[in-house]
């Protein structure tokens, strides 16, 4: 033993040591290493998620913008014609329709308008009995 020089003896406590070590740090790594796997998958999961749900919003703006550039409504230059001496009473939008009441010569009218075409759709007329 005497003939061991203080270098032998360093690198084999050296490479017990090491052994020792190595062992430890792989069974550390075999033990977090599921563990480590399920995080990476909750955070792709959780990327993904919040990838479509950034890509949904940004169609339904994208959509909304792209509609409103012609939404169908009538320009200001409609005219729709009365009856000579036939006043407007009330009017009314009601869903895609245009409800006008008016008043011809004592007998009241309900007339209804498609609210995009402003064409009649349809008349009511109310009369007073004889």
Same mark, same amino acid.
């Given at each position: 033993m005497s003939k061991l020089s203080a270098a032998t003896i360093e690198r084999g406590r050296g490479e017990d040591e090491g052994d020792l070590a190595a062992r430890q740090t792989s069974e550390g790594d075999a033990a977090t290493a599921p563990v480590m796997a399920r995080i990476r998958l909750l955070m792709i999961i959780s990327g993904l998620?919040?990838? /479509?749900?950034? #890509? #949904?919003?940004?169609?339904? $703006?994208?959509?909304?913008?792209?509609?409103?550039?012609?939404?169908?409504?009538?320009?200001?230059?409609?005219?729709?014609?009365?009856?000579?001496?036939?006043?407007?009473? #009330?009017?009314? /939008?009601?869903?895609?329709?245009?409800? /006008?009441? /008016?008043? $011809? #010569?004592?007998?009241?009218? $309900?007339?209804?308008f498609d609210l995009k075409t402003l064409k009649e759709t349809g008349r009511v007329r109310f009369v007073p009995a004889p």
């Open positions: 998620t919040t990838f /479509v749900a950034i #890509a #949904a919003v940004l169609v339904v $703006i994208g959509y909304r913008v792209f509609r409103a550039g012609n939404n169908g409504l009538p320009s200001a230059e409609s005219i729709i014609t009365l009856p000579k001496g036939a006043r407007v009473v #009330a009017n009314a /939008v009601a869903g895609d329709s245009l409800v /006008v009441t /008016v008043d $011809i #010569a004592g007998a009241t009218e $309900i007339r209804t």
